[in-house]
């Protein structure tokens, strides 16, 4: 039996929602709900807002791909519906609403989960594990970026991209933050510096970062959206059809006391002996079968819908997430911080 899923949001990650539950066997697309009544032709209801919606049906599952502000509210409703959600990250735009739906989603113990996609990724599982297993022994540092070049078009298209808050702080590096938390653990400590000296916008273009994990390990981390280069893991994992694929770079790189692994080429060196510079280091390459993380994350889904698991990512691990992406903006940017409701 196939699970109905009904999709709010028809923006461009809706659609891809929308596409991947039209071609996974396991799922019908229930609906679709968007304020400007979503994309022709689907052949399955359309809806003007949520509530619309479910005064209407009442599907297995909702997945929201709405604006982060509308977040709060939507997955609130969802939960009063007793209907299993997937929502879009960020879970809402401040901690605290985070933090409360949480609550609401375990009280009710209606199961959501939240689109950390990458999550999903077997490059970052397989990486995820190795480190688990002591492959690289206790994890010293980690150091990555995410450096690529926004067109011109991104901001004539996006004017409020180029004001406060709608930077790739806010909007893209809550996936590495992510990503950090899922290989190395909690972040407790983290200090930032930006630029904006390259298109000189009232938002930062380049970020420099640091972050002191509870482990004792101590990360590094550039972002900018405005250097001609490739190390980015849009471009580098070949997991988004979207993006070119350069198959010969890596964005990561975790260091332990017995070896190193950088990804996404998933290189692991680890010494032959006892380790010194002096020496040289075994190299392999972690085996891993590539899949489209969003595919993956829906098959998730859909056992969450069939009560058959526990989320990925609950609503507590995003806020998470979301409070040290926010401790980043806020020592970046520190007259932003009374705004962000950030921890620094």
Not at 276 to 303: C, I, K
Not at 310 to 318: G, N
């Amino acid at each position: 039996m196939t699970s109905r899923i009904a999709v709010v949001g028809a923006g461009l990650i809706g659609r891809r929602h929308i596409d991947l539950i039209q071609r996974n066997p396991d799922t019908e697309l229930a609906s679709v709900t968007d304020p400007q009544n979503g994309p022709p032709d689907l052949g399955v209801p359309v809806y003007a807002d949520l509530g619309e919606m479910l005064s209407h049906d009442r599907p297995d599952g909702v997945i929201l791909a709405t604006p982060n502000h509308l977040h709060a509210q939507q997955v609130a409703e969802c939960i009063e519906a007793g209907l299993p959600t997937l929502v879009e990250k960020p879970v809402t735009d401040r901690h605290d609403d985070a933090l409360r739906l949480a609550a609401l989603a375990e009280d009710a113990r209606v199961p959501v989960l939240v689109g950390h996609h990458r999550r999903h990724s077997p490059l970052l599982q397989a990486a995820s594990a190795a480190i688990a297993a002591g492959e690289l022994g206790d994890i010293v540092a980690v150091s990555g970026m995410a450096v690529y070049h926004k067109p011109d078009e991104y901001f004539e298209v996006g004017p409020w991209r180029r004001e406060a808050g709608g930077g790739p702080i806010l909007v893209n590096l809550i996936h590495e933050v992510d990503d950090l938390r899922m290989l190395c653990g909690d972040i407790v400590e983290v200090g930032a510096v930006a630029s904006s000296a390259t298109r000189g916008f009232d938002v930062e273009d380049t970020v420099a970062m640091t972050f002191r994990f509870a482990s004792g390990a101590l990360g590094s981390f550039i972002l900018s959206d405005t250097a001609a280069s490739v190390r980015s893991w849009e471009n580098l994992s070949g997991e988004d059809p979207g993006f070119p694929w350069y198959a010969d770079a890596d964005c990561y790189v975790v260091s332990g006391t017995r070896g190193s692994l950088e990804m996404p080429t998933m290189r692991l060196r680890t010494p032959r002996g006892a380790p010194s510079w002096w020496s040289p280091m075994n190299e392999r390459v972690l085996p891993v079968t590539r899949r489209d993380p969003l595919d993956a994350q829906l098959e998730h889904f859909v056992g969450l819908v069939r009560g058959g698991s526990d989320p990925l990512v609950t609503i507590r691990d995003a806020a998470e997430t979301l409070r040290v992406t926010l401790a980043i903006a806020a020592a970046a940017h520190p007259s932003l911080a009374p705004e962000l409701g950030a921890r620094r």
